[in-house]
């Protein structure tokens, strides 16, 4: 448990703000919790006895450590095939992982007598699912939305001079999701002590309306949630920060005979630093409040400066300025580490979607965890925040649609509150793919949650995605909305906006290319619906479900509609469950659609998107050159590129220049050789620039034999507090120091030291092994292995060996 200062959406110090804390205190909840999975007859009894209960840290995955399990969640499912609907039974859906059940969370809170004359609260950022919360014994709250951030106030029921004990039961039910839920408290928990008025719940709202070069005018709403307090004289003092720190604006309101309510407040900013994708700063509101004089709360919000326009012939503008969205869906899991939310982890998953030019990221298809947008806004992110994947008529047997009516509201509520100061927040989505597009209440349904959306923040669209796009026009939903989500229709953005013309329109999912990372399949052709017995696809890039497309479909129709406002690709990242074209009776057990694996290794289609979306040099060739088997045989070489043409050399003779022309969409976005002859040796790709003059090469030689280890560190340098990580990479090298390509090593890992073997993962869905295992084979030569930092200061070692390979070793230092 530690100590900290939260505000509405970032944890900060008080000291950098130069206050001292007084009436607000704040401790994160991360350690000492007692675990067990399993039902336990009245589990919220404070005289329990819990000493054979596991102690965990929290967030917690209660799944994520142990073994797969095909049997897991089954799931019979109707589908579409031939235009007929049959029934598939489904493994893998939801990960074959043990996350289903009853799981019970104990412990003691840090509450003493000198609490006495405040109130006391509960956040918890997300526990899944159908959270219920009780302090000693009594029942205080549930949250049945595993996604829903929320909080309780505990005050009523502390009981001084004794322990307080929490206890939280959560419950997953089978057929309750269509990907890898997690299981467990999986994002932070906080509790909170303060003055008996003080400012409320994600209580400020702060919105900038006008913005000129000169100055910005800055409004701030801050809700006030007090008792007592009626006939006192109540102050509000907001002081802006800068980006650097400075004061650069004060504004002080007073009331008298107050109660419950809020404060308008207004002030400029003069020579306002604009948040952009390339630039995103971000300013600090500091609130303190007085009552008779005297300081009773203080709570620090960050927001950005930035203009939004979504231009229904033009596209969309960030601080007027064009800005096409290259977007990528997210699922919550974080690959080998499963649901639980680790601030690092997430940091790599956008830096490594950055590298590739992404500007967006859609949080499919749930609201997301409070790091995920604090990163986001750090790093120049913009972000669609998604709320619900069904309605009321659900998706899956024990879904969302059981608890829409009642929680829908409240949920949307949560959501919006919580994140509307995030600067790279700019879309609010209200479903994916619900099944109310062909039902007549569709239109009022969507209706209902778009007004939810636009009374509490009215300064942002609201959007949904359609799969069945004409009857959601037809029914009405489509005019509910603001912008007109389309899911895989690329072929109809022309179309559509000629019907449509005032529709504001976007890609609001697309693509849906599978692909295994560093496995290719022939002849190389476009495959619709491919199926192998070896349960892999290729990394041609040119296989995909049948309503998906490759990425060069929706290129072509992202380059030739100016009014569409981008595209958000599924996805950007493999994740935990539902695994097409193999979901099933296979082995597999997570996704192929991601442009970067499981273990956040990229794929040859990460640098397709690169070179049409980054500004950077991208040149990158594929496949290996080790095909032993197609001695003599056609082995296409393609290469993915922003150069303007390229020369292939197969063993030192020219293959022939090639350069991007729009004759075909492949053709267009991709320098292809089709008709290459196998020899082993090398092949090597020469890129030139405008002037004919060769400016870069990447050479692929025919690896030898399995030789040695490579390892290597995203750093080499972490924080000693229990939850920092660094990603080691290891790759299966023959004695020149190439790739071996096919190999599958089984290696094994030891950690010693300053820190531990968090997990390891290979990017191979259908790998069996453990996450939580010290061996796994590599996949195609690669395997990622992640280390965690323990709280001393210190040194790791990781030491790494298979077989007859030459191991190898890495030091990590972790510091304070």
């Given amino acids: 448990m530690k100590k900290i200062l939260f505000t509405l959406n970032i944890a900060f110090l008080i000291s950098i703000c130069g206050f001292s804390q007084q009436a607000r205190e704040t401790f994160l909840l991360d350690s000492n919790w007692s675990f067990i999975n399993q039902e336990v007859e009245r589990g919220e009894e404070p005289e329990l006895n819990t000493s054979e209960w ?7 995955d209660w799944a994520i450590s142990h073994n797969f399990d095909m049997n897991i969640d089954m799931q019979s499912v109707q589908v579409l095939e031939d235009g007929e609907k049959t029934a598939q039974l489904r493994t893998g859906r939801t990960g074959a992982l043990p996350c289903f059940g009853v799981g019970w969370y104990r412990k003691v809170l840090p509450i003493s007598d000198s609490d006495q004359d405040k109130r006391v609260f509960i956040e918890f950022d997300g526990a899944m699912s159908l959270a219920k919360v009780y302090l ?6 549930e949250q049945p939305y595993g996604y829903s951030s929320f909080s309780f106030e505990l ?15 959560l419950e997953n039910k089978p057929e309750s999701s269509r990907w890898y839920p997690g299981a467990g408290i999986y994002r932070n928990v906080r509790l909170v002590k303060t003055s008996p008025v003080r400012i409320a719940h994600w209580g400020t709202y702060i919105t900038t309306p006008v913005i000129t070069a000169k100055s910005a005018e ?20 907001t002081e802006i920060f800068s980006p650097k720190g400075d004061k650069v604006g004060t504004v002080s309101s007073t009331k008298k005979d107050y109660e419950n309510g809020s404060f308008a407040q207004a002030l400029k900013i003069k020579a306002p630093q604009l948040w952009s994708i390339e630039s995103p700063a971000r300013y600090r509101a500091v609130s303190r409040l007085f009552v008779d004089s ?15 326009r979504f231009d229904k012939d033009k596209g969309f503008f960030l601080n007027g300025n064009h800005l096409k969205l290259q977007g990528v ?3 919550h899991d974080l690959g080998p580490l499963g649901a639980a939310v680790n601030y690092r982890a997430t940091e790599r998953q956008m830096e490594i979607l950055k590298e590739m030019g992404v500007n967006s990221i859609r949080t499919a298809h749930n609201p997301p965890s409070p790091e995920l947008l604090q990163i986001c806004d750090s790093i120049g992110l913009v972000v669609m925040v998604e709320a619900f994947d069904e309605w009321k008529n659900g998706k899956n047997k024990n879904g969302y649609g059981n608890y829409f009516d009642e929680w829908a509201e409240k949920d949307l509520t949560a959501m919006i509150r919580r994140d509307r100061n995030h600067p790279s927040v700019i879309i609010w989505s209200i479903g994916n793919e619900i099944r109310e597009q062909r039902m007549e209440t569709g239109g009022e349904v969507a209706q209902f949650l778009a007004d939810i959306c636009r009374k509490l923040d009215p300064t942002r669209p609201v959007t949904a995605g359609f799969n069945q796009h004409v009857a959601a026009i037809d029914n009405g939903l489509s005019d509910a909305i603001d912008l007109v989500g389309f899911n895989y229709k690329p072929h109809d953005y022309k179309k559509m906006h000629a019907q449509h013309p005032d529709y504001v329109l976007l890609g609001s999912e697309t693509a849906s290319t599978v692909s295994s990372r560093g496995e290719y399949k022939f002849p190389v052709i476009e495959n619709k619906g491919p199926w192998y017995s070896d349960y892999h696809v290729s990394s041609y890039d040119l296989e995909y479900p049948y309503w998906a497309s490759t990425p060069d479909t929706e290129f072509e129709m992202q380059d030739d509609c100016e009014f569409i406002l981008g595209e958000y690709v599924w996805t950007g990242f493999d994740y935990l469950g539902e695994p097409t074209p193999y979901n099933e009776g296979t082995p597999a057990r997570s996704s192929y659609f991601g442009i970067v694996d499981l273990a956040g290794l990229k794929k040859d289609r990460f640098y397709l998107y690169q070179s049409k979306w980054s500004s950077e040099p991208v040149l990158h060739v594929l496949p290996h050159w080790n095909w032993p088997e197609r001695l003599g045989q056609n082995v296409p070489v393609y290469c993915y590129t922003n150069y303007p043409k390229a020369e292939l050399f197969v063993n030192g003779v020219s293959a022939g220049i090639r350069q991007k022309d729009k ?12 008709d290459v002859i196998y020899q082993p040796g090398e092949i090597k790709v020469v890129a030139y620039d405008e002037n004919d003059k060769a400016v870069a090469e990447q050479i692929i030689k025919t690896a030898g034999e399995p030789y040695t280890l490579k390892l290597t560190a995203d750093r080499t340098k972490i924080k000693s507090d229990g939850k920092d990580l660094s990603f080691v990479t290891v790759e299966v090298l023959d004695k020149d120091g190439n790739l071996c390509p096919k190999s599958d090593y089984l290696l094994f890992f030891t950690v010693n030291g300053a820190g531990k073997l968090k997990a390891v993962c290979n990017g191979n869905p259908i790998d069996q092994t453990s996450f939580s295992s010290n061996y796994m084979r590599a996949f195609n030569g690669k395997i990622v292995a992640v280390i965690e930092s323990t709280e001393k200061s210190g040194e790791i070692s990781l030491m790494v060996s298979g077989g007859k390979l030459i191991g ?8 304070n």
């Fill in 294 to 308: 005297e300081l009773k709360d203080e709570y620090v919000t960050v927001f950005g400066i930035r203009s939004l």
């Fill in 808 to 815: 190898n070793e890495m030091k990590i230092e972790t510091v």
């Fill in 136 to 141: 000693n014994g009594e029942f205080v709250g």
């Fill in 329 to 331: 869906c997210m699922h």
């Fill in 663 to 674: 004759s075909d969409k492949y053709s267009r976005y991709r320098l292809m050789w089709k």
């Fill in 54 to 60: 596991e102690v965990v840290r929290v967030p917690h």
């Fill in 218 to 237: 800055v409004s701030v709403r801050t809700e006030i949630d007090g008792v007592g307090v009626a006939e006192s004289e109540i102050k509000l003092v």
């Fill in 155 to 169: 005050t009523k029921y502390v009981r001084f001079g004794q322990d307080n004990i929490l206890a939280v039961r």
